[in-house]
Nanobody, 123 residues
Framework: QVQFIESGGGLVPAGGSLRLSCAAS????????MGWFRQAPGKEREFVAT????????YYADSVKGRFTISRDNAKNTVYLHMNSLKPEDTAVYYC????????????????WGQGTQVTVST
């Protein structure tokens, strides 16, 4: 059974940084695409970043491009989201997710999800 353990969320002032981790277990993810999504109160879940595990090829939402970096550690079976220059509008619950096949920014295309970690950016 696929399982994701997310960590690294918290409260940070605007302009600060956080690193989210998503530790995956249950199988090899070498053929998977991993994604980070976020959901703010009253809003739909939205794409943040995605990475193809095998190649490291990554894509970002325009709203985070240049500030966030997605990476993976094959030895630790862990995907990271490095977040810099955080803004209050980045406040949300952040989720990691996995899918097979092609890269996608649609959350409905991802079959396995973590429990989420709260990120709050204060003004």
């Amino acid at each position: 059974q696929v399982q994701f353990i997310e960590s690294g969320g918290g409260l940070v002032p605007a302009g600060g940084s956080l690193r989210l981790s998503c530790a995956a277990s249950g199988r090899s993810f070498s053929s998977y695409v991993m994604g980070w999504f976020r959901q703010a109160p009253g809003k739909e879940r939205e794409f943040v970043a995605t990475i193809r595990w095998s190649s490291g090829t990554s894509y970002y939402a325009d709203s985070v491009k240049g500030r966030f970096t997605i990476s993976r550690d094959n030895a630790k079976n862990t995907v990271y989201l490095h977040m810099n220059s955080l803004k209050p509008e980045d406040t949300a619950v952040y989720y990691c997710a996995a899918k097979t096949g092609t890269t996608s920014w649609l959350p409905t295309n991802y079959s396995s999800w973590g429990q989420g970690t709260q990120v709050t950016v204060s003004t």
